[in-house]
């Protein structure tokens, strides 16, 4: 079955940088598609950003527009966040998931439309 690990949490100001990834391993030919959604303490999971892998324009959630960018490399079977100018309620955990059941068009934004799941990156955001 298809796995998906993060990297690159980590400690920093508001205003700096990060950048997450995201590598699937297994049968990664059955993804169409990959998401990153986050979980702050208290709070549901939600959608940040989501791309299908065969291209087409990305998702992005209303608060992350401009600041973070979603991209892939499909020979690495890796997905990327990059997230800039963070802010203080930018913290939380960052989740990758991978989608194998929909083929079509349309980007989930929800939790159940992806059936793989990685364990999480802690990004905190100190003001």
């Known amino acids: 079955q298809v796995q998906v690990v993060e990297s690159g949490g980590g400690l920093v100001q508001a205003g700096a940088s990060l950048r997450l990834s995201c590598a699937a391993s297994?049968?990664?030919?059955?993804?169409?598609?990959m998401g990153w959604f986050r979980q702050a303490p208290g709070k549901e999971r939600e959608i940040v950003a989501a791309t299908r892998r065969s291209g087409g324009n990305p998702y992005y959630a209303d608060s992350v527009k401009g600041r973070f960018t979603i991209s892939r490399d499909n020979a690495k079977n890796t997905v990327y966040l990059q997230m800039n100018s963070l802010k203080p309620e930018d913290t939380a955990v960052y989740y990758c998931a991978a989608d194998t059941k929909h083929r079509g068009a349309v980007l989930g934004t929800t939790t159940p439309w992806y059936d793989y799941w990685g364990q999480g990156t802690q990004v905190t955001v100190s003001s």
């Open positions: 297994g049968p990664t030919f059955s993804i169409y598609a």
